[in-house]
């Protein structure tokens, strides 16, 4: 596909989401009358600019800016891994994450959302990423190691969680498979500003990330480093994993979907799939969560398992159309 092409699509896709979250405003359990005039005219008062303004303004925005940081990570994550199979939830990091935002709420020392949340997140990831990373002589061995990191550290938050006795602790059972339901301004103002400045140097340091295409060897004699590239991929994975486990949990195939179907769409070049990647994750959570709230209202399904319900059948279908998209 031509760069114009590309273009004219990702702004189609864009539009797409645009008019999909102002009609996200709308829904819920909650019954709006007219919400159209409060979403166009935010000076009316009333129970109705509440709801809309203060409840589901905040989730939409978080659906997408998690989203796009689950896409941007998967994207990442495929490219320093050079395999189609990797993804945070593969080489560790999600479960790393999961589990330093879990063990932070046992111990009383953050509530889910919070900054702390966030930083015990990143903490775990990163010690979950540096885990995998040191332990692995190859690419193939890093997918490997990976998943038993994984499997590790999600045992520990299962059994930690398990033996808790806080109530609050107990809510992360539900918030581990997925929620966006604690979602307010005040998660904005941390996901917003990290979550952005991460992706955006993800899409600035994507460009070197081709190279390992040609093989560490190949790359180690244009003069740079492989590992070093994967380990500052790694923690740009750590940190955008993070932010968006502390603040809505672990959100399954999403981050594995994203860059397959963008591959598909507009190619496999790296800095264009950072940002289709990031928007397709965000178009694919944005709905997702709007379906959790309002299939089976008051009750709030776990994003994850949507996510799964909706991505995995549209993978299937472009992996099948495609024959093979990875490079």
């Known amino acids: 596909m031509t760069v114009k092409g590309r273009r004219i699509l990702l702004v189609a896709i864009l539009l797409g989401i645009t008019l999909f979250a102002l009609f996200a405003l709308t829904v819920g359990s909650a ?7 409060y979403i166009f005219d935010r000076s009316l008062a009333g129970s109705g600019h509440d709801i809309i ?3 589901r303004f905040p989730r939409v925005v978080a659906a997408l800016l998690v989203g796009m940081a689950l896409g941007v990570a998967g994207a990442l994550s495929q490219s320093a891994a050079n395999n189609p199979l990797a993804d945070p939830s593969i080489i560790g990091t999600s479960a ?8 932070a709420v046992v111990l009383g020392f953050a509530s889910i959302g919070s900054l702390g949340t966030t930083v015990a997140a990143t903490i775990g990831a990163l010690i979950a990423s540096l885990v995998t990373f040191a332990l692995s002589r190859s690419v193939l061995q890093l997918v490997i190691v990976g998943i038993a990191t994984s499997a590790l550290f999600t045992a520990v938050t299962g059994l930690m969680i398990s033996m808790a006795d806080k109530p609050e602790a107990r809510s992360i059972s539900f918030w581990s498979f ?18 952005i400045v991460a992706s955006i140097i993800g899409w600035y340091y994507s460009q070197k990330l081709d190279l390992l295409v040609l093989g560490d060897r190949e790359v180690s004699h244009l003069g740079f480093n492989p590992q070093r590239m ?14 968006a486990v502390s603040t809505v949990g672990s959100i399954a195939f999403l981050a594995l979907a994203a860059p397959h179907i963008t591959r ?17 994750g965000a178009g694919l959570l ?13 009750i709030e399904l776990p994003i994850g398992l949507i996510t ?14 495609s024959g093979e998209v990875w490079r």
């Open 178 to 195: 997925g929620s966006l339901a604690l979602a307010s301004s005040n998660t904005l103002t941390l996901l917003a500003p990290l979550v």
């Open 96 to 103: 790393g994450a999961s589990l330093g935002a879990s063990l």
């Open 31 to 37: 019954e709006v009358q007219s919400p159209w005039r």
């Open 230 to 243: 994967r380990l500052l991929a790694f923690v740009l994975i750590s940190i955008l994993i993070a932010t």
């Open 286 to 298: 944005l709905v997702a969560d709007t379906a959790a709230r309002t299939i089976a209202p008051p």
């Open 264 to 280: 598909y769409l507009i190619g496999p070049s790296n800095r264009p799939l950072m940002i289709g990647s990031a928007v397709i």
């Open 308 to 321: 799964s319900l909706i991505g995995a059948p549209i993978l299937i279908l472009i992996l099948r159309k």
């Open 53 to 55: 303004w203060d409840i």
